[in-house]
């Protein structure tokens, strides 16, 4: 039995790899973009905020403190998360990217304003979206540079403290590449995986694979398998290029990126080959797989923080594979977070690869015009 099952799906993903690899084109797509892709996002990609979360810590309790915080409530830029005080839970909400940065003034910030002494206001940013930080720490110091122009004739003296967790230096490619890791794979698996049925199809070769002793069962896994073991072979040179080209360390273990990441890769390529089945031919192929991609790179958070978009997209969002791949590689590469740090976003993945492959498989039976 299990050689009656095994042996004619490894004679079924050695066909697709072989048809992968002997097409110079599909060779060319599969590695000059990956490698044209992560220079052109490491050196360029960028993006703005116009919702920043926060916890504000009031330690004083004053009419000056006070004032502070609804000048950054009133900017249009800044959303209060309240902790009621507690530093801990507003640690733990920056850890998991609830909010992005806490601003804390002690206990003697109105004293040391009506003294003409420096008051010291503390604020911590979350690093690992570095362009991000860097951009909410610029409307912070605006905001408290316009409150001491209120106290200039008590020669204010603020002392603001910022501290960057994840990413010290704020370097934009430390934010941009681990996300790479994710994304840039999953553009050649969701081809790889969509052109798959597809090209059979047009050459007219699916038909005769559909009524071969294969179960649907093992064509659905030797139709999976080369995609992703293809992602994941893309990834690791991402990976590798990341943190030997780019030089960006690599806090986290190894292993966690990659049980993550195979179950990114599940998911995706289930999307693929339910794209590949619908698809008449190469051409649709390609098209329906470029307007899933778009959507699902826009929304992941890879170039634009989640909490920006409106709330209808960002329930939407929790359907989008690609956010929690991108944040599994990010939490992983800056954080350094564990296996058991991932699970809420491990679990999302493997829900969506129970819906899109058993979908895949439905649809290499039942839609085979």
């Given at each position: 039995?299990?050689?009656?099952f095994?042996?004619?799906?490894?004679s079924?993903?050695?066909?697709?790899?072989?048809?992968?690899?002997?097409?110079?084109?599909?060779?060319?797509?599969?590695?000059?973009?990956?490698?044209?892709?992560a220079f052109?996002?490491?050196?360029v990609?960028?993006?703005?905020?116009t919702?920043?979360?926060?916890?504000y810590i009031d330690?004083d309790?004053?009419?000056?403190?006070?004032?502070l915080?609804?000048?950054?409530?009133?900017s249009?830029?800044f959303k209060e998360?309240d902790?009621?005080?507690?530093?801990?839970?507003?640690q733990?909400l920056l850890?998991?990217?609830e909010?992005?940065?806490?601003?804390?003034?002690?206990?003697?910030f109105a004293?040391?304003i009506a003294?003409?002494e420096?008051?010291?206001i503390?604020?911590?940013?979350?690093g690992?979206n570095?362009t991000?930080?860097?951009?909410?720490?610029a409307y912070?110091?605006n905001?408290?540079?316009?409150?001491?122009?209120?106290?200039?004739?008590?020669?204010?003296?603020?002392d603001i403290?910022?501290?960057?967790l994840?990413n010290?230096n704020?370097?934009?490619?430390w934010n941009?590449?681990p996300a790479l890791?994710?994304?840039?794979?999953?553009?050649q698996?969701?081809?790889?995986?969509?052109?798959?049925?597809a090209?059979e199809?047009e050459?007219?070769?699916?038909?005769?694979?559909l009524?071969?002793?294969?179960?649907?069962?093992?064509?659905l896994?030797?139709?999976a398998l080369?995609?992703?073991i293809?992602?994941?072979?893309?990834?690791?040179v991402?990976?590798?290029?990341?943190?030997f080209?780019?030089?960006?360390?690599?806090?986290?273990?190894?292993l966690?990126?990659y049980i993550?990441?195979?179950?990114f890769c599940i998911s995706?390529v289930?999307?693929?080959?339910?794209?590949?089945?619908?698809?008449?031919?190469?051409?649709?192929a390609?098209?329906?797989a470029?307007?899933f991609?778009?959507?699902?790179?826009l929304?992941s958070g890879l170039?634009s923080p989640?909490s920006n978009?409106?709330?209808a997209?960002?329930y939407?969002?929790?359907c989008?594979?690609?956010?929690y791949?991108?944040d599994?590689?990010?939490?992983?590469?800056?954080e350094?977070a564990d296996f058991?740090?991932l699970?809420?976003d491990i679990?999302?993945l493997?829900?969506i690869?129970l819906?899109?492959?058993?979908?895949a498989g439905?649809?290499?039976?039942?839609?085979?015009?």
């Open positions: 039995m299990f050689m009656n095994f042996y004619p799906l490894l079924l993903v050695k066909k697709e790899f072989l048809a992968v690899l002997k097409d110079k084109m599909s060779r060319t797509v599969l590695i000059f973009p990956t490698l044209v892709q052109l996002f490491g050196y990609a960028t993006f703005d905020i919702v920043v979360n926060y916890v330690k309790h004053s009419k000056e403190s006070r004032e915080k609804s000048m950054l409530d009133g249009g830029f998360v902790v009621e005080g507690s530093f801990n839970k507003a733990k850890n998991d990217q909010v992005l940065l806490i601003i804390s003034v002690d206990n003697t004293k040391k003294k003409s420096v008051s010291q503390q604020v911590i940013v979350d690992r570095s991000t930080a860097a951009t909410a720490t912070v110091n905001i408290i540079a316009t409150f001491s122009a209120r106290y200039a004739k008590s020669n204010v003296n603020l403290r910022s501290r960057n994840y010290v704020a370097i934009t490619q941009i590449l890791v994710a994304t840039l794979s999953m553009i698996t969701v081809m790889l995986s969509a052109l798959s049925v090209r199809r050459k007219g070769s699916f038909e005769q694979l009524v071969t002793p294969l179960s649907s069962t093992q064509l896994i030797g139709k080369p995609p992703i293809v992602g994941l072979v893309l990834s690791l991402i990976l590798f290029f990341a943190k080209w780019f030089v960006v360390p690599m806090q986290g273990s190894f966690s990126l993550g990441m195979t179950a995706i289930g999307v693929g080959l339910s794209i590949s089945a619908i698809a008449r031919n190469m051409q649709q390609m098209l329906y470029f307007v991609l778009v959507p699902v790179v929304l170039m989640i978009m409106p709330e997209w960002q939407a969002n929790f989008n594979p690609l956010r791949a991108v599994i590689t990010r939490r992983v590469y800056l350094g058991m740090d699970m809420h679990i999302p493997l829900i690869s819906v899109t492959l058993p979908l439905y649809l290499f039976r039942n839609k085979t015009n």
